[in-house]
């Protein structure tokens, strides 16, 4: 399979982004491969717009049978959530499990005014009723297939296919 | 009953005998050794091959629970115990409920063992009545009774003056004092060595000097009354030094360690295990290895099991609030072979810690197996295997720290006066 | 011997009952999630929904308050439902032993039970009791553990200095009888602090300290010396009089934390209490409430601690 150049799939997005943003805008990227978009996004627009992270691992459904990540990092919301503009950015999405606990844990920081869901990649396989209002790419996979965002030595995001 | 035991290895220390003999007895007695006397028809052949046959053992302390603490264990089931250990003679303390102050109490007690035609039974009579350390016990009458000595079990005695007169008393009579050195002050609140380990685990420490201050306390006051005392438990190398420095100035004084105390330190507590909870202590490494160096030098004078059933509910609760004490009297044998093999002793001087040992310091003519004598044996199988758990004991205790540990060294059949009185 | 009960056979942490016996990368990496709780307090939503469901009970054996609130505050932030035992000394003598008094409260469905206890090694003796996906935490045994006490000063610690591997730190008081003491000398000696010193009268430390890896210092005035980190342990009423101390006064002129005293430190040093503190006795009331001291913080930090060892526990399989 031919896999998109997450350049493109970033000049694109900030493109369709940019008349999208309003006065309260703020983006929030889940970690990690979230917060690389949206820091990456964040460059692209200006460099200006609040920057947020969020560290899903004590929303996450999966606890019981998973445990907690070995590596939890903080959550770091420094604007105030009340009234926000929420765009929520990951990197992949998948079942929409991440983005669920996601939205959980931003409304424990208070009442945001909206939230739009940006994603570089929709690998499809949902399981809940959650669609991404801005897409880098749609990707079909096979459910042993995975995409992983990382980054590279020159901190450009890479993509990479792995099969289990 | 006329029995002739072949094959097997008999090992005297008393005699200095280690062959492989026949064994002949009658009426209670040895009849004969190799070869059978004239006219002997046996009524029951044994075949001792592989076995050693020794002296019946006997224990020098093991608690039988009787009268007052029948929920921890029976006479039964603890001469049960003894007898499957292949002990044939053993001295109880006198902390029983009633404690042994009493001479229609020991009498009761004598008789009660005596039916059930296992071991001998050896009370030790309370040094004070009540073991409260106020009053003198009356010695002499329970000396008729039937008791062997005198002891204060782990009872403290605080009033020095008592405690001379009560020595100065015993030793009118020619009585031996049986006492367990410790200053009761230093070890009031403790529950285990004051060293390292009991540091590290935040229990409450006994020093060991709470034991060589209360040795050095007997053994000037028996320098004063010219008492004999037996020196229960020790448990300190400084307690061992004190001991060999008494013997060598001649002063009448004999010593032995439990089996506890012969092997284990207080390392062996791991993570606060409650069977490790035992009077005295369990103290350092090196006390340990003093006490087992003792052993082969002979200022430790005996093993004995200090056999203490404990209720298993007792040990299932916190370090600090478990009863102390460990069951014995089946771990006498393999423990005392186990140090001999580890300190490369041979087994006549192993099984001499348990047989004429014990019986010189009782002045009983037993441990040995000479023509004409008393017949007490045990045969054991010095190779065979067994797991120490609970199903494996005849004990109503079941609590030992050596629950889990493979043994080396299992009875096969004990006789008491010549008679079965266990067979595996 | 038994085997350790407290971490499962891969490894992770099964109970938390002593910081003996675990990894400087397993600490910090406690520390680690609790640095995620601490900005989750700083929140207007304190709560996190981990442990939604689940049951946590806290097993007071001997009073306090302090402790049992923060647990109490920890569970509830986690979403979790919270019982608080207090089992007076009386009710125990009552006759139900604790592993029935535990195997009580399992059978109401606990899946957490924090412990404190007056004898050394009750956590232990619970945790080899209690059924596989029950964890136990120690909140106190005896005088052997109070590990969370511990974790949570070590996080202060880090907060502050950064760097163990730099530091000298300086425990005073009754070492002999404190949980508190020995859990902080397992932590820092495991996180490789260089020097670790215990200050205090000979009578109140305990035989073979030195073997935990402390240097020892009778002379408060020598053992302050140049370091980075004062850690004051609290002395009990009981001691202050009798066969291991004369008076509270002469306790103070000797090893109370004065302003003098705390000059001969780094002038950046921090000051520890775990609390509660016996002003005028440990600590003078000018060096609590001055700028080198960090008690307070240590009491949010606590909770933060409690949290994240809670959510590993409940975690583990």
């Not at chain 2, 005392?229 to 009448?252: F, N």
Request: charged content about 20%; glycine content about 8%.
């Amino acid at each position: 399979m031919q896999l998109p150049d997450p350049e493109q799939l970033l000049s694109q997005l900030a493109s369709a982004l940019k008349p999208r943003l309003r006065a309260n805008t703020a983006l929030v990227g889940i970690h990690s491969g979230g917060a690389w978009v949206a820091q990456q996004l964040r460059q692209r627009l200006g460099g200006t717009l609040p920057l947020g992270t969020l560290d899903i691992s004590f929303y996450r459904d999966d606890f019981s049978s998973v445990g907690l990540h070995p590596q939890v990092r903080p959550s770091d919301i420094a604007f105030a959530m009340d009234d926000a503009h929420i765009i929520l950015i990951d990197d992949v999405l998948h079942t929409g499990r991440t983005v669920r606990a996601a939205m959980n844990e931003l409304f424990d920081y208070g009442r945001p005014a909206a939230i739009e869901l940006l994603v570089l990649i929709d690998r499809g396989g949902r399981e809940l009723p959650i669609t991404a209002d801005l897409v880098g790419a749609h990707l079909d996979l096979a459910p042993n297939q995975n995409i992983q965002v990382t980054l590279d030595p020159n901190n450009n995001l890479k993509l990479s296919l792995h099969e289990r | 009953m006329k029995i002739h035991i072949k094959n097997g290895r008999l090992i005297d220390p008393k005699n200095n005998f280690d062959g492989v003999t026949d064994i002949y007895l009658a009426a209670g007695k040895v009849a004969a050794l190799g070869q059978a006397p004239d006219g002997f028809t046996a009524n029951r052949e044994i075949d001792a091959r592989n076995l050693i046959v020794a002296p019946g053992f006997i224990d020098l302390a093991a608690r039988l629970r009787e009268p007052g603490y029948e929920y921890l264990a029976t006479l039964e089931s603890e001469m049960q115990a003894a007898v499957a250990g292949g002990v044939t003679r053993l001295v109880c303390p006198p902390d029983t409920d009633p404690v042994l102050d009493e001479p229609g109490l020991v009498e009761m007690l004598k008789h009660r063992a005596k039916s059930l035609n296992q071991a001998h039974v050896y009370p030790l009579g309370a040094l004070t009545q009540g073991l409260a350390g106020k009053v003198l016990t009356e010695m002499a009458e329970l000396h008729d009774a039937g008791c062997i000595g005198f002891s204060h079990a782990n009872a403290p005695l605080i009033d020095t003056t008592l405690l001379m007169r009560a020595m100065q008393y015993a030793a009118t009579f020619g009585f031996t004092v049986w006492l367990r050195p410790e200053d009761p002050f230093l070890a009031k609140g403790g529950i285990a060595h004051d060293g390292e380990v009991a540091t590290r685990l935040g229990l409450a420490g006994i020093p060991a000097c709470a034991e060589s201050i209360a040795l050095a306390t007997i053994l000037t006051l028996m320098r004063e009354t010219g008492a004999r005392v037996h020196i229960c438990r020790l448990s300190s190398r400084a307690g061992v030094e004190l001991v060999r420095q008494a013997k060598a100035d001649g002063l009448p004084v004999t010593c032995d360690i439990s089996i506890n105390h012969a092997h284990l330190c207080d390392m062996d507590i791991g993570y606060f295990d409650s069977n490790a909870n035992l009077i005295p202590p369990l103290r350092d490494q090196r006390d340990r290895d003093a006490l087992r160096a003792g052993l082969v030098s002979g200022v430790v004078d005996v093993l004995c099991s200090d056999h203490t059933p404990v209720d298993e509910n007792a040990k299932q609760v916190p370090f600090g609030e478990a009863e102390a004490g460990a069951t014995g009297l089946e771990l006498l044998l393999p423990l005392a072979l186990k140090w001999a093999i580890e300190q490369k002793i041979s087994l006549s001087a192993a099984l001499a810690k348990i047989t004429c040992e014990p019986a010189r310091i009782l002045g009983l003519d037993a441990g040995h197996l000479s023509v004409g004598h008393n017949a007490d044996l045990c045969l054991f199988d010095p190779a065979a295997h067994w797991r120490v758990a609970a199903p494996a004991l005849k004990s109503q205790g079941k609590n030992t720290p050596f629950l889990g540990y493979e043994m080396l060294g299992k009875v096969r059949m004990t006789l008491v006066s010549g008679h079965v009185v266990y067979e595996s | 011997m038994t085997p350790n009960p407290q971490l499962s056979e891969d490894g992770a942490l099964r109970h938390l009952l002593t910081i003996e016996g675990l990894s400087a990368k397993l600490i910090h990496s406690i520390l680690d999630t609790a640095e995620s709780f601490v900005s989750v307090g700083e929140r207007e939503v304190k709560k996190v929904p981990l442990l939604r469901g689940k049951s946590i009970f806290n097993l007071f054996f001997e009073p306090s308050t302090r402790t049992r609130t923060t647990f109490e505050i920890a569970a509830k932030r986690l979403s979790a439902d919270v019982v608080n035992l207090n089992v007076s000394a009386s009710s125990q003598s009552k006759g139900e032993t604790l592993l029935d008094t535990v195997d009580n409260l399992a059978a109401m469905g606990a899946d957490m039970f924090v412990v404190r206890h007056a004898q050394s090694g009750a956590a232990h003796l619970i945790a080899r009791h209690v059924a596989p996906h029950i964890h136990v935490v120690n909140a106190g045994d005896g005088r052997h553990a109070h590990p969370t006490q511990g974790l949570l000063d070590m996080f202060t610690i880090r907060r502050y200095k950064q760097d163990f591997t730099k530091l000298k730190v300086a425990i005073v008081g009754d070492v002999m009888h404190s949980r508190v003491a020995r859990s902080e000398i397992h932590a820092l000696t495991t996180l490789g602090v260089p020097e670790v010193r215990v200050i205090a009268p000979r009578t109140l430390l305990p035989t073979g300290v030195e073997a935990l890896g402390v240097h020892v210092y009778n002379d408060m005035l020598q053992g302050l010396k140049d370091v980075d980190v004062v850690m004051m342990l609290r002395l009990q009423n009981e001691r202050m009089s009798g066969p291991f101390l004369p008076s509270a006064q002469e306790y103070f002129k000797s090893y109370g934390l004065t302003a003098d005293k705390l000059q001969l430190a780094k002038p950046d040093a921090i000051v520890m209490h775990p609390g509660p503190m016996n002003r005028g006795v440990e600590i003078d009331s000018s060096v609590a409430d001055g700028g080198q001291a960090v008690i307070l913080p240590q009491v949010t930090y606590g909770i933060a601690v409690r949290m994240a060892v809670m959510s590993m526990l409940a975690g583990t399989q």
